[in-house]
Every structure is written in C-alpha cells, then in structure tokens.
C-alpha cells in the first residue's frame, strides 16, 4: 500500500533541476536577503520530497530510471570541496569492502561538488523500512559515551534480534575500523 504520507503534490524533483537545487541552497545561505527571500528558496529545497535533516544544505532528487537519491549541495561555509572529499571516503569505504549504496559526483559551479548518493531505504518507489541502531535501543539522539551506550550495545542487539547476525556483525566491525 502507500505511505501515510505520499503527498504527490511535494514530489522529489527530476536529476535535471539540480543545479537549479544548488542554487537554492547558496541563495539560502545567503544572510543578506530578506525573510520573504529566505522562505522562497528554503520551500524550493524542503517542498521537493520531504526532510533530510543533518547539517549539510541537501534535497531528494530522482533520476531518470525513478530512483531516489540524496543530492548534498556544497555550503557556503565550506574551506574545502567537502562533496569531494565525501566521494573519497565512500570510494575507500567501498574498497574496504563495506556495503554501500551507489553514489555520484556532479560540479555545477566552482563553489564545489554536489554528492548525490541513491537511497538505501528505497527499491524503485517501494520504501525498505529501516530502523537505526539509536532508535533500536532506545537512545535519544545527542546521547554519548556518558550514557552507557557502546557498539557492544549495538553488538548484543544484532546477535538477540538480527536476521543476518554473523554478516552484521561482520558489518559493524568493519565500520567501526573504517572509521
């Protein structure tokens, strides 16, 4: 069936309007304009499919076969094309072996690289539910070291509850030295 809320109306836009996104996002950074001219590109980058969340400027985007992706614009406040440097950690990470969603690099501008990354939580547009380790275990996000919480939390919760524990746990490991 279809998800609770599947406003098609706020559909993510095509591959085709990113750099029109990118745009959006330096102009919303931009602390000179007005509250009207804030509102205007903040509703171009969060109206298109729903929000992301994290600190980067970012939107969804879909591609021409009608897959989602992520697109992660560069920021105003970046000292370095951080788009790029992302694409070098995902291409290490992949290298190590770690299993991770398809990703791509586009320059619209000399003020740096949008990464784009397909989502891990979509097949085509059949959402895959997921859950994160936070949620799983109950913790608040902003929780740290002080609260108890460890990977071997994480650990225990894939060996009592996971479908896969060996291959998870695998998983787990090679992040935990990946990062």
């Not at 069936?1 to 990118?22: C, H, I, K, Q, Y």
């Not at 950690?89 to 190590?96: E, F, I, K, Y």
């Not at 895959?128 to 609260?147: E, N, P, R, V």
């Amino acid at each position: 069936g279809e998800f609770v809320n599947n406003d098609r109306a706020m559909a993510a836009p095509p591959w085709t309007s990113l750099r029109e996104l990118e745009a959006a996002s330096r102009n919303y950074e931009d602390e000179s304009q007005s509250d009207n001219e804030h509102e205007k590109w903040l509703s171009m980058l969060i109206a298109p499919g729903s929000s992301l969340g994290g600190a980067r400027p970012k939107a969804n985007v879909l591609d021409p076969e009608g897959n989602l992706w992520i697109a992660k614009f560069p920021s105003r406040a970046d000292s370095a094309d951080t788009g790029a440097w992302e694409m070098v950690a995902h291409q290490l990470a992949r290298q190590v072996g770690l299993r991770l969603p398809e990703c791509r690099l586009e320059k619209f501008s000399r003020n740096g690289s949008t990464f784009l990354t397909r989502r891990f939580d979509r097949n085509g547009n059949r959402r895959i539910h997921f859950a994160s380790a936070m949620t799983l275990l109950g913790k608040t996000d902003g929780a740290d070291y002080q609260d108890g919480t460890s990977y071997l939390d994480i650990a225990k919760f894939i060996m009592q509850y996971g479908a896969q524990p060996d291959a998870d746990l695998r998983e787990l490991w090679k992040r935990i030295v990946f990062s």
